[in-house]
């Protein structure tokens, strides 16, 4: 038990070492790209998210971003403005939900969660997706929860050769160069506060 406690201490002071250096890394290497806003105002994006390398291996916002599938995780991800999170040097692991899952929640649901006033609430729903580490789906299996980036855990489940994590299913898994994106079927919401 005592070592089950060190190890999970030792993941998360590393996950917040990686962070920290990540986010001075960031004041280093950004750029800056421009948008209008409503206002006829120039609005700024910057971080390493914004920055295009095509020979890197794709990390989990690239794999996002490049998916049919993914098109309303990747809104809300740009509506939460966590585009930088995702892209640190990890390694990340990301339950990423299809469009039919974000469709599958109540009418209105993500309409709401995308305005800027629910940009809050956005984020901490994304977060709840996203947990330190690079682990396959057979891997996954030997946990019972895992704590999420926003300091919330999610619960495990095994049902044969399916793994669920929070009540989605893992129904497909993609390597990155920063952690590993599994594909899941049903958006994971944390509990209630």
Not at 32 to 48: L, W
């Amino acid at each position: 038990m005592k070592t089950t406690t060190k190890i999970k201490l030792l993941v998360g002071s590393l996950f917040t070492v990686c962070l920290f250096f990540s986010c001075k890394n960031e004041a280093k290497t950004e750029t800056t790209t421009t948008s209008n806003t409503e206002a006829g105002q120039p609005t700024t994006k910057q971080g390493q998210a914004f920055l295009k390398d095509d020979e890197a291996t794709p990390n989990v916002l690239d794999i996002a971003i490049g998916s049919e599938d993914h098109t309303t995780l990747v809104a809300a991800v740009q509506a939460a403005e966590l585009e930088n999170a995702l892209v640190n040097a990890g390694p990340l692991m990301v339950f990423a939900p299809t469009n039919a899952a974000f469709d599958a929640l109540p009418e209105g649901t993500v309409e709401n969660l995308l305005k800027p006033e629910n940009k809050n609430d956005l984020a901490n729903i994304l977060k709840y997706h996203v947990t330190p580490g690079r682990y396959t789906k057979d891997f996954l299996k030997k946990f019972k929860k895992l704590g999420q980036a926003n300091n919330q855990n999610v619960m495990i489940e095994v049902k044969g050769d399916d793994v669920y994590v929070g009540g989605a299913k893992i129904i497909a898994s993609v390597p990155a160069g920063n952690g590993i994106v599994h594909v899941v079927d049903k958006v994971i919401l944390p509990p209630s506060e």
